[in-house]
């Protein structure tokens, strides 16, 4: 499992000098691990007495279904590369299928899954840490309203990031089996929201907002968790030397700019849609193409995504995929709340903590790629194939030390049958 918690922590990294290091065309770090990765499941497959059950939550058929639909414009249309992508989309598909499949092939138990989202949450606060540094660095060149990121990509992709695994970092932090865990989990929170503070993402934070919301509305004593969250994170948002709440109601010209790049894309996207409703203008092609479907004439000047992933998914690969894909979304997150239900149910705290996780994990970042094309983002990829995971780790029963004393088992009633057994065993000694 070591070589599966190295492939996590690399997830939040674009342009990290171990991870992204390239030892010969296109080979690097994450793509030799990922490999090793691969032969482990397989090795690890060989040893199991079963094969696991692969598509018995149904959003893993969605998941084949949408990736069929990125493949066939693939093929049929090709990908226009730019000189700036950072990810070549087909390869972080195919990828995440083969996550999929190594998922499913080696978390077979909860002591796994989690460890596994313990390295996921440690992943994300390691990256905080770059952040961080990288914050403190440039306030010293730019001023205190300068955005870091670019070890993750930008402030806006990290964020994505960051709203995949904090709800999964707080769930961790109440149902940690010591202090020590509890300790990291909670450490690994207050890095990732001060790093998520200094990123400044406002559609980031609209995720959080939401996110928040509804893990306290799940909680037990919801009016007094909502008095305490606001209480601790309203200082630091107002402030903070740089937060999406300043970038809210005192926008310099950068982010008024931004505002209007955003929405001239917008619109240059639904031009796409309008002309190409079913099949799209072709997987990964929007930076390449959308100068033709720009009325304004401004995106010429500096061709960019769609900075909304349901749009760019849409204006790709058609409405019938995008429909596809917020299907997909909303089965992972109903899924995860009958898995939560039917966990609890059971006398598994710690799977029903972790569901939950995952169902504000999807909330907060299908909200926060609302603002920026992330829906290549590997971690949110992680939470999707947990969710595909987890119903097969649900105990068959209620253990008895996790049931109430009114509820204990009762001891077998003596019958006329237990005493023929009994003698039987008498006379066999």
Request: hydrophobic residues 50%.
């Amino acid at each position: 499992m070591l070589i599966y918690f190295f492939v996590i922590i690399g997830m939040p990294f674009m342009r990290h000098q171990f991870w992204n290091a390239e030892f010969g065309p296109g080979l690097t770090t994450t793509k030799l691990s990922g490999a090793v990765l691969l032969i482990y499941a397989l090795v690890y497959l060989a040893r199991r007495h079963g094969i696991p059950r692969y598509f018995a939550a149904p959003q893993a058929v969605l998941m084949i279904a949408f990736f069929g639909f990125a493949a066939f414009s693939w093929v049929s249309t090709g990908w226009q590369a730019t000189t700036i992508d950072l990810v070549n989309p087909i390869y972080m598909y195919f990828s995440t299928l083969i996550f999929f499949f190594i998922t499913m092939t080696v978390i077979d138990s909860v002591k796994r899954l989690y460890w596994s989202c313990m390295a996921a949450v440690g992943s994300v606060a390691f990256a905080s840490l770059y952040m961080l540094r990288e914050w403190q660095k440039g306030t010293e060149v730019f001023g205190e309203g300068y955005r870091p990121g670019w070890v993750v990509g930008d402030a806006n992709y990290f964020t994505i990031s960051a709203l995949a695994v904090m709800p999964i970092a707080f769930e961790l932090a109440l149902v940690a089996r010591n202090k020590l865990e509890k300790l990291y989990a909670v450490v690994c929170t207050l890095l990732i929201f001060a790093a998520v503070t200094l990123g400044a993402s406002r559609g980031g934070f609209l995720g959080i907002v939401l996110m928040v919301l509804f893990l306290i509305a799940r909680s037990r004593k919801p009016a007094r968790n909502a008095v305490v969250v606001f209480l601790v994170a309203l200082p630091v948002l107002l402030f903070a030397p740089n937060s999406p709440i300043n970038r809210f109601f005192h926008p310099d010209a950068g982010d008024k700019a931004s505002v209007g790049k955003h929405l001239v894309g917008w619109e240059a996207g639904l031009n796409m849609i309008k002309k190409n409703p079913i099949t799209g203008v072709g997987f990964g092609n929007y930076k390449a193409v959308v100068t033709r479907y720009d009325k304004t004439g401004e995106v010429r000047i500096d061709p960019h995504v769609a900075h909304n992933a349901h749009l760019e998914v849409a204006a790709e690969l058609g409405i019938p995929a995008l429909v596809v894909f917020w299907t997909f979304l909303g089965t992972c997150f109903y899924s995860a709340g009958r898995t939560r239900k039917r966990a609890l149910a059971r006398g598994s705290p710690v799977l029903g903590a972790l569901a939950l996780g995952f169902q504000a994990s999807i909330i907060g970042t299908s909200v926060g790629i609302f603002f920026v094309s992330g829906q290549y983002t590997r971690l949110f990829w992680f939470v999707l194939c947990m969710t595909m995971a987890i119903p097969l780790l649900l105990p068959a029963r209620a253990s008895a030390k996790n049931l109430p004393l009114e509820m204990t088992p009762p001891p077998p009633a003596e019958t006329e049958e237990n005493f023929r057994v009994g003698d039987a065993l008498v006379a066999m000694r």
